[in-house]
């Protein structure tokens, strides 16, 4: 369905400035695993380090708002996996982030549970309605799809006010922050959870995104982008368009589900309005797509753009105009730059600067003898 | 007895608005083939338009009228500007900007005319003593008024897609664009027209339903209504006019007898067990049961 796709050059790279006209590619090409590849990643490595030290020291507050920020990124991520790589458009995400966020609350309440052995709990609950939810795509195709997972979303917030026994009902439930202190290993006391959540969430949000970087590239992550690219023809070249689709979402409810668990130990209170009704939902995707649908670090400049548009509206006056400037965004996001923030900004850089495999043509290396560029270049 | 016919005749009522924004649903969606998820809110905020030329003593007749002008315009606008230019893209973009649309309009209605409860006037008498008596249950005249809106526009309906020229170019665009397009129709112009249609008869339906509306006219008194119509248009398969309607009522009906008589599920997941029909729906036959099965060539 998407469109966009991260291995799609412009045109003009594909053709070298091999004759005349100029040069048409791109100025510099990185091979990957040189010594000057290595150097950019590990420079790469060292910047992130260096701006999360940066913000560490940030007033409480700020960290705080960060910290909201990986958190909403990492859901979008678990989104960004079924939406942007396979396609199925999910209004639905919302129920995976209150249920993690439920199950990590009513674990730490009622069964005194440690905060971080809630997690793997959430992953497996949210995993297994992820499948629940991906499993009526066996039948149901695009739009229908679309509507399952509306339905979801919109009963979650109904079920934990009926379920009041167990989640508090519609006035909701705190954790006491004693809970929620940061294990002893760490060596930091109770007042200074603000910044065990950051690195915390920092944390996670680095190995999801890498987990994510590996899954898109590996068999199963083309299965993923043919089912969306073609489902016919991913068919007909033996993937089980159906299960690709049910794991896919089962993976990216798991996510959605971990980033929910962290957001009950960053805020300590739950309530079925507040944060887990449809609106999140389409604040995830408001995310997704202003940052990239199907990119890597889409998410992260997604969550940064929607925690802090409503704060920068929230100057003129509450609620209503988030709104507005929400359904705006998204919808002059899908005229204008459709393939988001950091896809636009990746066509830029690719005219100056391109990672190839160490076997590209253009490299002059290995010469190929295959058939004769055409003379004039594309374009 | 009685309250069995009382709960019969709300849900015959409440299905018929349903119906109502459902036949919208399939209008777009014949035209189109997209679910129009903006429907219920573009249904809203005529309907608050609506309110607010009563607020300014405008009679209620003509202010529902001009909500339906209004939603013509809207409906055909949003397709021309919103929708057109990102419909051969692909499904995602146009299911992104209904959304944009969905949150968008809702809250502009909120930011316009502000978030309280407001009281819409009826076009019906609805005073306490206004109903007759079927059986012992009471029949009020502005539930009546609903179900005869609904009769009318069925047959208008009716009578639009079979004996009249626009009616004739929608089928075609419907049921095959290119082709229509070559036999002289103009397409995008009859596409406008679909839009704006279903523009109009969500109007109708907001300013019918908020007067019955336990939440009388706020911001969220569509989305259960939408919901429920999404359900009943699924149910009928979404192409399908009468299909629409048959789903509306059966949604309505079953809704009113399982919140009157499954205790468990009471007042409060009325939406859960609409949505509960939507996937049931999907399960069992995903082409709903009046619905066309479409076949996709390779």
Redesign the interface.
Known sequence: ???IDETAAPSAAKHGATRGGGPKGPRFLVVQGTLPYRGLQLAAVVLVALLLLWASGLPAFRMGQITNVFIIAIAIAGLNLV?GYT?L?S?GHSAFFGLGAYTTGILIVKYEFAPLSTIPVAIGLCFVLGLLVGL?SL??H???L???T??VA??FP??V??AEDLTGGAAGMVVRSRFLAPPEWTGLVRAERGIWMFWLSAGVLAVVLLLCRNLVRSRFGIAMRSTRDNE?AAAANGISVARTKIVAFGISGAITGLAGSLFTMYMGALSPDGSFTL?KS?EF?TGL?LGGVATQIGPLVGAFAVVFLPYLTASY?E??????V??????VI??LM?EGIVGRVGILARKVVRIVPADHPRLGRAPREGPPEPAHAER | MELFLERLITGLTNGSVYALLALALVVVFRGTGTLNFAQGELALFTTFFAWWLTTESIPVWIAIIASLIAGFVLGALIERLLIRPVQRRNDMAVLIVALGLFTGLNSLAGLIWGSETKIMPSPFPNGIDDYVSVGGARLYFDALGVVGALVALMIVLTLLFRYTRVGLHMRAVADNGESATLAGVRTSRILAIGWGLSGAIGALAGVLVTPLSPQQLGLTTMFHVFIAASAAALFGGLDSLTGAVVGGITIGVLEAMLTGYVSFIGGSLQQTSALFIIVAILFLRPNGLFGTKRLVRV
């Open positions: 369905m998407t469109t939406t396609g458009l209004i009526p039948r149901i695009g739009l229908y679309a509507l399952v509306l339905a919109v009963s109904e079920i006010r009926r016919i609106m389409i995707i797509v006056t609620g209503p105009l988030a709104g507005v929400f359904g705006v965004v998204l919808i899908v005229f459709p």
